[in-house]
């Protein structure tokens, strides 16, 4: 059971990494993103 925790956060680590680096390729915080898909912020060009 700890086992297949240990995979769940570890997977969650991965994808978070993942999110980051595409937000940074892109130029935008997470609260930008956020924002931006709420529709209170239009996209940067």
Known sequence: MFEKIRKILADIEDSQ???EMLL???NLSLGD??????GSMD???
Do not use: D
């Not at 993103?33 to 709420?38: G, M, V």
């Open 33 to 38: 993103f956020i924002e931006i898909k709420r």
């Open 24 to 26: 940074k390729l892109a």
């Open 17 to 19: 990494n993942e999110i």
């Open 43 to 45: 996209m940067p060009k």
